[in-house]
Nanobody, 122 residues
Framework: QVQLVESGGGLVQAGGSLRLACAASGLTFSNYVTGWFRQAPGKEREFVAAIKSGGTTSYADSVKGRFTISRDNAKNTVHLQMNNLKPEDTAIYSC????????????????WGQGTQVTVSS
């Protein structure tokens, strides 16, 4: 049974930083693509970042240069370091893994975590 558990969300002022973690059980992250997505109230879920099994990363234009996705193979955990946060980054952030198609499409991922709330105040 595969489980993904996110942590690290919270309330932060604009310009601040947060580091999200996604821990997996029942699956080895290094074998698959893992992505982060977010959904703000009243908006559709959007791609944030992804890391492939080989370590290649990709980012949404809105977070490029501010967010960094990384993987700790020893801990089977994927991190999302978020710097210079903006109020528009406020959303529920979810990790997902085992994509069978485009890494930017949420529908292509098989397993999802429950999400963690990130709130950025102005």
């Amino acid at each position: 049974q595969v489980q993904l558990v996110e942590s690290g969300g919270g309330l932060v002022q604009a310009g601040g930083s947060l580091r999200l973690a996604c821990a997996a059980s029942g699956l080895t992250f290094s074998n698959y693509v893992t992505g982060w997505f977010r959904q703000a109230p009243g908006k559709e879920r959007e791609f944030v970042a992804a890391i492939k099994s080989g370590g290649t990363t990709s980012y949404a234009d809105s977070v490029k240069g501010r967010f960094t996705i990384s993987r700790d193979n020893a801990k089977n955990t994927v991190h999302l370091q978020m710097n210079n946060l903006k109020p528009e980054d406020t959303a529920i952030y979810s990790c997902a893994t085992l994509s069978t198609d485009s890494v930017r499409q949420g529908a292509s991922y098989k397993y999802w975590g429950q999400g963690t709330q990130v709130t950025v105040s102005s």
